[in-house]
């Protein structure tokens, strides 16, 4: 990007790349968090499938784990493939205006970046409610008697994980307007167009 375009200083760039920094380790460490989390899953779901076939004797509590489980790691996960740039988008428009008018491509990755921001702002509001609710009442999720797990740690979960994206989103904007991309998704642009 044209130096003329920064509208920071180098101690405020200093700083936003600081944050970008710890922001992206934190991202991968909770990616890995919830690869970990899946290994764990593919053996519990073995254990109860070898036990149900071999022994007549299944694991209990999978289903309700599995489907708790998913939805946690969804939100582990999602803020590291936010800072990849491999959420689900087209980006054959943002290639060819790349090459040919930057300015409106980064215009467009702006908006991007806000829109998701909007989002993940909009998530958080009703997620940070609904584990409120299911730290005070004591919630559940299971059957009484046979398998039950507390949902507030999958709440807290959703609730971090959005927040992380949220500031990830916000900061990825940040950047753009201020001239300083980062992350994989604009090198792999720029890569390709060294490519052709």
Known sequence: MPSDMRTEGPAAASMSGRLDGA?????????????????????????????????????????????LSLVAIVFLQLGDTIRLGRLTRSDGLLTILARRHPNVERVMRICFDLAGAALMALILIGAWSTMIHAIERGEYFGNEGLFVVPEWPVRVIVVIGTTVCLAKFVLSAWLLITGRPTGPARGAVAAGFEAD
């Open 23 to 67: 922001l992206n380790r934190l991202l991968a460490g909770m990616n890995a968090i919830g690869s970990i989390w899946i290994l764990i899953l593919l053996v519990i779901i073995n254990t109860d499938s070898f036990g149900r076939t071999l022994f007549n004797e299944p694991f209990t509590g999978v289903a309700e784990l599995v489907e």
